[in-house]
Structures are given as structure tokens and as C-alpha cells.
């Protein structure tokens, strides 16, 4: 129901940041927890933040916990993920995600209801 387009992603060097953007279309975005998922070359793809669209809260993922902050608006029918101090090793395809709630592993989502197409995010040393 809901569609999603991720942005944002770019290429800097080690230790800048970025901001991703997940927009939804239609009116329905705040009816589903919001995930964010990243998959590097090679690698399994990795659920790294999620908010709850019960209680707002946001939880994360050990490799990013700190460093990243997950964040929606509502009334833009919009989230966001600002990530602070990137290193190489952040180097991913980041996708964000309409779910149907947090799982108890941080920064797990559970129940996809839609991707974003994801975008391209490139850390370099």
C-alpha cells in the first residue's frame, strides 16, 4: 500500500556524515514501524535501526549504535538517518522499510510490508 523512496546517499571520506531521507507516499505512513536495513558487497544484508510507530523509540544495531540516529516525521511523512563518524566499513546500499514492528534483536524489523528502491552510500579512508 504504502511506497517508499530512500535518498540521500553520496560518497565522503571518513569521519563526515550524511543524512538519508525514506519518503512514503500516500496517507498511511504512521500506520508501520520504520526499519532501515544496509547490505555491503558481499555481505548479508543487515537491519541496523528501527522505530517503533507505537512509541516513537528507535533501536540500533550494534555496529551503528552511537553513531547513527533514526528519526520520522510524520506530518512529511518522512524519516530520517543521520549518520555521524562513517567509516569505510559503512560502505552499503542502505534501504529503509514500512514493517510491522521492531523485533527484540536491536535494530531488527519484522514483517516488511515495502522497500524503498535504496540508495548508495560510500565511505572512503
Known amino acids: 500500500e504504502v511506497q517508499l523512496q530512500a535518498s540521500g546517499g553520496g560518497l565522503v571520506q571518513a569521519g563526515e556524515s550524511l543524512r538519508l531521507s525514506c519518503a512514503a507516499s500516500g496517507s498511511t505512513f504512521r500506520e508501520y514501524t520504520i526499519g532501515w536495513f544496509r547490505q555491503a558487497p558481499g555481505k548479508e544484508r543487515e537491519g541496523i535501526s528501527c522505530?517503533?510507530?507505537?512509541?516513537?523509540?528507535?533501536k540500533y544495531a550494534d555496529s551503528v549504535k552511537g553513531r547513527f540516529t533514526a528519526s520520522a516525521d510524520y506530518a512529511k511523512n518522512t524519516a530520517y538517518l543521520q549518520m555521524s563518524s562513517l567509516q569505510p566499513e559503512d560502505t552499503a546500499i542502505y534501504f529503509c522499510?514500512?514493517?510491522?514492528?521492531?523485533?527484540?534483536?536491536?535494530?531488527?524489523?519484522?514483517?516488511?510490508?515495502?522497500w524503498g528502491q535504496g540508495t548508495q552510500v560510500t565511505v572512503s579512508s
Open positions: 522499510a514500512a514493517a510491522m514492528k521492531c523485533g527484540v534483536i536491536a535494530g531488527q524489523a519484522i514483517g516488511i510490508n515495502s
Open positions: 522505530i517503533s510507530n507505537r512509541d516513537g523509540l528507535a
